[in-house]
């Protein structure tokens, strides 16, 4: 079946510049999340969507991000006027939340490189 | 704040041999995830444990959780060239349904 997918894959941009980023999650899955990996910091929580619930968004780094849902479904993680520091790889992820396990799946990335 | 630490960041080993890599938190976790990520690629679920003790096995690779200890291991037997990438442990605690990731090892296996 199909996986986590995330678009684009690769986005260069210029400095100041607003970027979108989109994930579609494996179909039925409540919860989605966004990581960011990077060289300096590893894999950090960016943000938690689970069914109507309020998003949990205690890893976003700072105002300039922002993350919507919409329809339960598809999210678009939003970071406006980019820093060279926002450079990373994004992943999405999705899990079932069904019984305990919370295994979560990771799409393919986007990785963003701000010039 | 949980934190997540892997040892070795950097590991290379021959062919055949067996190894360890460790995970160990900081405070009291639920759920413990092994990730497998290949260069360039996204992270593959390996293991979910739940419960101390717990021990699970797939081929050359054997993940075991000591949730007292707050360790767990991934035990690699007689390595083999595909499975060079980088590992990643992750605790889950419930209630928390973000994870928290280690640090990696980088794994490559030498002919």
């Known amino acids: 079946g199909a996986g986590v997918s995330q678009s684009p894959s690769n986005k260069v941009t210029e400095k100041g510049k607003d970027v979108e980023l989109r994930c579609d999650p494996i179909s039925g899955h409540t919860a989605l999340y966004w990581y960011r990996q990077s060289l300096g910091q590893g894999l950090e929580f960016l943000i938690y969507?689970?069914?109507?619930?309020?998003?949990?968004k205690s890893g976003l780094p700072s105002d300039r991000f922002s993350a919507e849902r919409t329809g339960g479904s598809v999210s678009t993680l939003t970071i406006q006027r980019t820093q060279q520091e926002d450079s990373a790889v994004y992943l999405c992820?999705?899990?079932?939340?069904?019984?305990?396990?919370?295994?979560?799946?990771f799409g393919p990335g986007t990785r963003l490189t701000v010039l | 704040e949980l934190k997540v630490e892997q040892n070795p960041l950097f590991l290379s080993m021959q062919e055949g041999k067996n190894y360890t890599i460790y995970c160990n938190y900081s405070?009291?976790?639920?759920?413990l995830y092994w990730y497998r990520q290949d260069p360039g690629k996204s992270l593959e679920s390996l293991f979910v444990?739940?419960?101390?003790?717990a021990v699970k096995q797939e081929g050359r690779l054997m993940a075991s959780l000591d949730t007292k200890a707050r360790l767990s291991t991934l035990h690699i037997t007689a390595a083999v060239h595909d499975l060079s990438a980088t590992y990643f442990c992750a605790v889950g605690p419930f209630g928390n349904e973000k994870l928290t990731f280690g640090t990696g090892t980088r794994l490559t296996i030498i002919p």
């Open positions: 992820a999705s899990s079932s939340s069904m019984g305990q396990l919370n295994e979560q799946f």
């Open positions: 969507f689970q069914g109507n619930s309020a998003p949990d």
């Open positions: 405070t009291t976790s639920d759920r």
């Open positions: 444990l739940l419960s101390n003790g």
